[in-house]
């Protein structure tokens, strides 16, 4: 069975602190993997994603997550967050099984930055 | 090239009413999804459709129907308002390929409350 594990469902942190939301999956076949951010009253937005190749990946918004494929991971990084950074944070899985392109979202984890 | 749209935006029912929650996309894509989003239990999927006239079950789908009489649409409906049916809707649609990597692109979200 496949799932997605968000371990923190909030996240407090201070203005250009670090930060790193956990995001743990579970598969039986090969995955790709994203992150979607939500801003209040917004829908979701992709933040990055991985497909194949570096397992580093980086966002335009100093965002990055590491694919660790041996303790099935992909968290969520940035070394200095911004008070625009509040906002909820998903993980998903997408996988191609029985024919159909299917995702799986984790419950999501509200970042919460404060000056 | 408005992306993902939904309407309405808000909506309020009493118990038993009806309503259908409209959603186009204008980016040709094939696949097309609606969830709903609760607090702490992130996206379920209701329904979900992999191209024109085709529509499935997802994971929550008792209490909704849906129709995809054109590529560009995607219609959920609720025949008989509960207010367990009280949420956050969101529509996605992706390309849908073969092969998994095909991120989903989301609208804005209905945010219907039934009482």
């Known amino acids: 069975a496949q799932s997605v594990t968000q371990l923190d469902s909030q996240v407090p942190v201070f203005e250009e602190a670090p930060v790193e939301l956990r995001c743990n999956y579970s598969?039986?076949?090969?995955?790709?993997l994203f992150w979607y951010v939500q801003y209040p009253n917004q829908g979701l937005q992709l933040l990055l994603k991985y497909l194949s190749g570096s397992t580093l990946v980086e966002s335009i918004n100093g965002f990055e997550a590491e694919f660790n494929k041996s303790q099935t991971s992909f968290h969520l990084r940035k070394p200095s967050v911004h008070i625009s950074d509040t906002a909820e944070y998903f993980c998903a899985v997408s996988l191609y099984l029985y024919n159909f392109n299917k995702f799986y979202f984790g419950s999501g984890t509200k970042l919460n930055v404060k000056p | 090239n408005a992306g993902v749209t939904q309407t309405p935006k808000f909506r309020v029912l009493k118990t038993g009413q009806s309503m259908t929650l409209l959603c186009a996309q204008d980016m040709n894509h094939e696949y097309m999804y609606w969830y709903r989003q609760d607090p702490g239990m992130g996206l379920r999927l209701i329904h979900y459709s992999v191209g024109e006239g085709t529509t499935a079950k997802g994971e929550v789908p008792d209490g909704y129907n849906v129709s995809r009489l054109k590529k560009q649409n995607f219609l959920l409906g609720l025949e008989s308002a509960a207010p367990s049916q009280t949420s956050v809707y969101f529509c996605?649609?992706?390309?849908?390929?073969?092969?998994?990597?095909?991120?989903?692109?989301f609208g804005p979200g209905t945010r219907l409350t039934v009482l």
């Open positions: 598969s039986s076949v090969s995955v790709y």
């Open positions: 996605a649609s992706s390309q849908g390929l073969a092969g998994g990597w095909h991120e989903q692109f």
